[in-house]
């Protein structure tokens, strides 16, 4: 049987995509979302679980500017995302370096996964089908979609996934975190091109490291540790260089742990 805590979470993603909050503003807080979590996970309830709470486009019929697939899973552990194509993956050496998940083994997220293509050199009528992959633990969700190359273009690359253009673009990072407190989370945030990484906090103050426990690290990764109760709230990640930006948001609640 799902534990209520996942059965709640889903509900919450559900209903988060059906209004969701704008990245625009940096004081989003969901006061309902907050008052109605339940305050512990019981030991009998800690079972894997994964959903894909919002699948990409079964079909995409490709315009002349990049386009991008989006793909939500939500998991108990943390799940693993990656966009893979044939038999590989696409962001292969990113996610091979990714050891976010190891941070948050016991907690529950939403991950939000963006595979960025750009046109290229390519025969009209030409298909390819991507699949999102969602694991936690040894449970495992897929989701494709089927790009549809309709134009030759002047791209030369055959595909550029997470890469290319000087123009920014987040494609991955947590929509929600719910992690015991007293445990180390690490917050990711990745963006293609060659971005500077920011952080700010709930109360709207950028993190420089003055607190020890919030380091932003090189990756671009929030490190938050020893969670307190206190750190709960949203943090909004901003990608940035000369030429655009881009933002997203976590929301983060710690659990109390079982008395």
């Known amino acids: 049987m799902?534990?209520?805590?996942?059965?709640?979470?889903?509900?919450?993603?559900?209903?988060?995509?059906?209004?969701p909050p704008t990245f625009e503003s940096e004081e989003y807080t969901d006061n309902n979302l907050?008052?109605?979590?339940?305050?512990?996970?019981?030991e009998d309830e800690r079972t894997e679980h994964v959903s894909i709470t919002s699948a990409p486009k079964k079909d995409i019929y490709f315009p002349s500017e990049p386009i991008e697939?989006?793909?939500?899973?939500?998991?108990?552990?943390?799940?693993?995302?990656?966009?893979?194509?044939?038999?590989?993956?696409?962001?292969?050496?990113d996610f091979e370096m990714n050891t976010i998940i190891?941070?948050?083994?016991s907690g529950i997220a939403t991950v939000v996964a963006?595979?960025?293509?750009?046109?290229?050199?390519?025969?009209?009528?030409?298909?390819?089908?991507?699949?999102?992959?969602?694991?936690?633990?040894?449970k495992v969700v897929k989701a494709s979609t089927t790009v549809h190359f309709s134009?030759?273009?002047?791209?030369?690359?055959?595909?550029?996934?997470?890469?290319?253009?000087?123009?920014?673009k987040i494609y991955e990072f947590y929509e929600n975190l719910f992690e015991y407190i007293g445990s180390n989370v690490v917050l990711p945030c990745k963006a293609t091109t060659k971005a500077e990484i920011y952080w700010i906090n709930d109360d709207g103050k950028l993190i420089t490291g003055q607190e020890p426990r919030l380091k932003v690290l090189?990756?671009?990764?929030?490190?938050?540790?020893?969670?307190?109760?206190?750190?709960?709230?949203?943090?909004?990640?901003?990608?940035?260089?000369?030429?655009?930006?881009?933002?997203?948001?976590?929301f983060l609640y710690?659990?109390?742990?079982k008395k």
């Open 2 to 19: 799902k534990s209520a805590l996942f059965l709640f979470i889903l509900s919450v993603t559900s209903t988060a995509l059906a209004r």
């Open 34 to 42: 907050v008052d109605t979590i339940p305050e512990e996970i019981h």
């Open 69 to 93: 697939a989006e793909c939500r899973v939500t998991g108990m552990p943390v799940p693993v995302v990656e966009w893979v194509h044939g038999t590989g993956s696409i962001n292969n050496n």
């Open 102 to 105: 190891d941070q948050s083994p």
């Open 114 to 138: 963006r595979l960025i293509i750009k046109p290229h050199h390519v025969k009209p009528g030409t298909t390819r089908t991507f699949t999102c992959v969602g694991k936690s633990g040894a």
């Open 151 to 168: 134009h030759e273009s002047k791209q030369p690359d055959i595909i550029s996934a997470l890469v290319g253009s000087e123009k920014i």
């Open 218 to 250: 090189e990756t671009g990764e929030l490190l938050i540790t020893n969670l307190r109760f206190g750190d709960m709230g949203t943090y909004i990640c901003l990608a940035k260089n000369n030429v655009s930006k881009d933002v997203a948001s976590t």
């Open 254 to 257: 710690p659990l109390a742990n």
